[in-house]
């Protein structure tokens, strides 16, 4: 299936990007990320996995050692095309960190004079719906609060991309349900494009149309989540006795991610044709024959774990 | 009009949403002429993708159910024997009501009453096909 980048432009692209810290650690260690302009995508990864390194290297916060990375085709690591990144970008950042002593209304109005483009009617309709007080001290905000203010901040700056690390983290489920919409509304009003970092599966599930899964620094899954969707399949056998060993299934078939064996059930993980596993497993007489689609959970769940006890 | 994708099912959500949109035509819940809700609405509306609001209208229109008319929206295509699918859709719903209802008296989970449902679609239509299951209605 065409993937469906194909032709459109790439508003963040990175190719074998890596980036050792001075310490020696490497946090990010082959990082190949494509979102196309308009697009949603959701990048996932266990703690450490390297997401909020990726995201400062992407606006130029931290240096990348080797490869290279282009956010709207301008080198992320020169300090000239990196701040034409920052104007056009809007970030809401893990802490959410904001001047404290301010009060919420003098903080959007000093932001505001901060950029031409400032959307005054977004403003207006984004403090109705997300409730905000604006005479409350930044300080005294509930971390659902501090959330909503930092979106809005990033969305009424005119930006044509948006770069969130994990702001739904410590949401209610009706805060989360408030700032996903606001980030569909986004791509919706005016061919923006979202780039954000989650620990929920479920939301980047919800909104995302592209996803890149990142583990110790590489990525191990990146592409349209509905290609994934209809490319993954578990493929379950039962045998009448102890399922059999196959490694020439294995050998022959391609796109075989898992092989589990348990008892009578012999169950195959594939981003592969499904037709060809069961084709080449009916010599082997099983008593029946399941496939069943995956979820993203789940390929998450099997790429990062395999990548940990694997190699 | 109640469309409502599951997007943790794995099912692509765009399959999903077609299905929910033809069977709201199957059921006229949507009537041949009537216009769908816009792209952008209803992506906010159910918090998902505008572009997977724009693909599923896109086949649907692939498909000849609805029409994309420029600016104005997605209409349903009228359609001949909109009325007979109607019917033995109504009669088919009913057969598998009961079929769930006396499954569940039978002490399955839902769940499992779905599985049972899969494998037989699966299995009926042979290896060789491409499964596009979607329109999760409990």
Redesign the interface.
């Known amino acids: 299936m065409a993937d469906s980048t194909a032709g459109g432009i790439l508003t963040i692209e990175t190719i074998d990007l890596r980036k050792q810290y001075d310490g020696g650690v490497e946090a990010v260690r082959g990082l190949n990320l494509r979102v196309p302009a308009?697009?949603?995508c959701g990048f996932l990864g266990r703690n450490g996995a390297g997401k909020t390194t990726t995201i400062k290297m992407l606006l130029g916060m931290t240096r990348p050692t080797a490869g290279s990375g282009r956010v709207f085709g301008l080198a992320i690591d020169d300090l000239v095309s990196s701040v034409a990144i920052r104007r056009r970008t809007g970030f809401v950042s893990d802490e959410k960190d904001l001047y404290d002593s301010m009060d919420a209304g003098d903080l959007i109005r000093f932001t505001a004079r901060l950029f031409p483009k400032w959307r005054a009617d977004l403003e207006q309709q984004y403090l109705r719906r997300f409730e905000i007080p604006l005479s409350a001290r930044v300080r005294t905000l509930s971390r659902g609060g501090r959330t909503k203010l930092a979106l809005l901040l990033a969305l009424c700056r005119g930006a044509d991309l948006l770069i969130l690390d994990e702001p739904t983290s410590g949401l209610d489920p009706a805060a989360t349900?408030e700032v996903?919409?606001a980030l569909?509304?986004h791509?919706?009003?005016a061919e923006g494009t979202v780039f954000f970092s989650s620990h929920q599966?479920?939301e980047v599930?919800?909104?995302?149309?592209r996803v890149a899964i990142i583990d110790k620094g590489r990525t191990v899954v990146e592409g349209a989540?509905?290609d994934l969707?209809?490319r993954?399949r578990r493929v379950q056998f039962v045998f009448d006795a102890d399922a059999p060993a196959v490694p020439d299934l294995l050998a022959q078939s391609t796109g075989i991610q898992r092989v589990r064996r348990s008892g009578r059930v012999l169950s195959v993980l594939t981003n592969g044709s499904a037709?060809a596993i069961?084709?080449r497993a009916r010599a082997l007489r099983p008593v029946s024959?399941?496939?069943?689609?995956?979820?993203?959970?789940?390929i998450f769940l099997e790429t990062v774990t395999a990548e940990d006890s694997g190699a | 009009m109640l469309f409502r994708p599951n997007?943790?099912?794995?099912?692509?959500?765009?399959l999903q949403l077609m299905e929910q949109v033809k069977h709201a035509i199957e059921t006229g819940a949507v009537r041949a002429g009537e216009q769908l809700p816009g792209?952008?609405p209803l992506?906010?509306q159910l918090?998902?993708?505008?572009?997977?609001v724009a693909?599923a209208y896109r086949e649907l229109e692939h498909e000849g159910i609805i029409e994309l008319r420029h600016g104005a929206g997605a209409f349903v295509v009228p359609r001949e024997r909109s009325r007979k699918a109607t019917d033995a859709l109504r009669a088919a719903q009913s057969i598998v009501a009961s079929a769930v209802h006396s499954l569940r008296a039978r002490g399955l989970t839902d769940d499992e009453i779905r599985?049972l449902f899969?494998?037989d679609l699966?299995g009926l239509a042979g290896?060789?096909r491409k499964?596009r299951?979607g329109g999760d209605r409990g």
């Open positions: 308009g697009s949603i349900e996903l919409q569909v509304a791509v919706a009003a599966i479920a599930d919800q909104i995302a149309d989540l509905d969707r209809e993954y037709d069961i084709d024959v399941d496939v069943a689609t995956v979820t993203l959970k789940e | 997007p943790s099912l794995g099912v692509p959500i765009y792209i952008r992506a906010e918090v998902i993708n505008p572009n997977t693909k599985r899969e494998a699966a290896a060789g499964s299951t």
